[in-house]
């Protein structure tokens, strides 16, 4: 099955600084990649994802890469604001199928 | 509905009791899953469901976990013989179908004692 690798674990970075966040899979058949933010008693919300026939997604401060040989997509995130601090999960499936996430993100953007 | 409802929002159970667990999914969506979040971890996968298809039952940690979808519409997760180690939130999302992106519901957080 599906394995998805997310890096770092934990991130903290000065509020106007940019934040990265990495994730590798392992199925070559997975061709969906989304990614979501979860606030503290919140369900997780999808922020922003990305199909495999595209290679870069941007929506405003957010955007997704997506390096399919390599099998990694990233999220970046620009000019970050305090509201930005949670927890973000990447996730990859395929067609008609369920998502696998990775162990998730913990951003903290400092004041 | 205009989003994911999940009821209970909290329930407490003693151990060895039986508990059922719903979601309402978004009207149209056809795809249903059960997700379960340990303290501070991320997402193990439980169950699928996707219209009138087989559900995918991969996740489910043991034969006391069980889950229905009636009329592609309402899921109902029961739980038997609750466990101590079955303490978490349990998230229900939809989708459109597999392969979009999820609308998660806020989850039920089970806390056995």
């Known amino acids: 099955g599906e394995n998805v690798e997310q890096h770092p674990s934990t991130l903290s970075v000065q509020e106007g600084d940019s934040a990265v966040i990495k994730c590798t899979y392992s199925d070559s058949a997975s061709n969906y990649f989304p990614w979501y933010k979860q606030e503290l008693g919140k369900g997780p919300q999808l922020i922003i994802d990305i199909r495999s026939n595209v290679g870069e997604k941007k929506d405003q401060r957010i955007a997704v890469t997506l390096n399919k040989t390599a099998k990694h997509f990233s999220l970046h995130i620009t000019e970050t604001q305090p509201e930005d601090s949670a927890v973000y999960f990447c996730a990859a499936s395929r067609n008609a199928g369920k998502s696998t996430f990775g162990d998730g993100t913990t951003l903290t953007v400092k004041p | 509905g205009a989003g994911v409802s999940q009821s209970p929002s909290n329930k407490v159970t003693e151990k060895g009791k039986d508990v059922e667990l719903r979601c309402d999914p978004i009207s149209g969506h056809t795809a249903l899953y059960w997700y379960r979040q340990s303290l501070g971890q991320g997402l193990e996968f439980l169950i699928y469901?996707?219209?009138?298809?087989?559900?995918?039952k991969s996740g489910l940690p043991s034969d006391r976990f069980s889950a229905e979808r009636t009329g592609g519409s309402v899921s109902t997760l029961t739980i038997q013989r609750t466990q101590q180690e079955d303490s978490a939130v349990y998230l229900c999302?939809?989708?459109?179908?597999?392969?979009?992106?999820?609308?998660f519901g806020s989850g039920t957080r089970l806390t056995v004692v």
């Open positions: 999302a939809s989708s459109l179908e597999g392969g979009h992106g999820y609308t």
């Open positions: 469901f996707q219209g009138n298809s087989a559900p995918d």
